[in-house]
């Protein structure tokens, strides 16, 4: 799978790193390059978006891990 979606968006996402935090703000950058995502007025999450939030949220993962994993 590649990121191309969350490369293009992470310089704004470092520019503002309060914005992963939002659930709109984590759903642009970590779901756009997903094959099963589609942008729909409902309220679906997967068990990854979960897990991604709940890590981010508790600060054991971070946007910097994150653009160095992608960018390698």
């Known amino acids: 799978m590649c990121f191309d979606k969350l490369i293009e ?5 470092e520019a503002d790193p309060g914005l992963i935090h939002t659930k709109d703000g984590a759903v642009e950058l970590l779901c756009a390059d ?33 653009s160095d994993a992608v960018r390698q």
Do not use: N, V
Not at 9 to 13: K, T
Not at 36 to 62: H, N
């Open 34 to 66: 997903c094959d099963f995502y589609k942008d729909s007025d409902k309220d679906l999450e997967c068990g990854a978006f979960k897990l991604l939030r709940l890590l981010l949220d508790k600060k054991a993962l971070t946007l910097k891990q994150i």
């Open 9 to 13: 968006r992470l310089d704004r996402f």
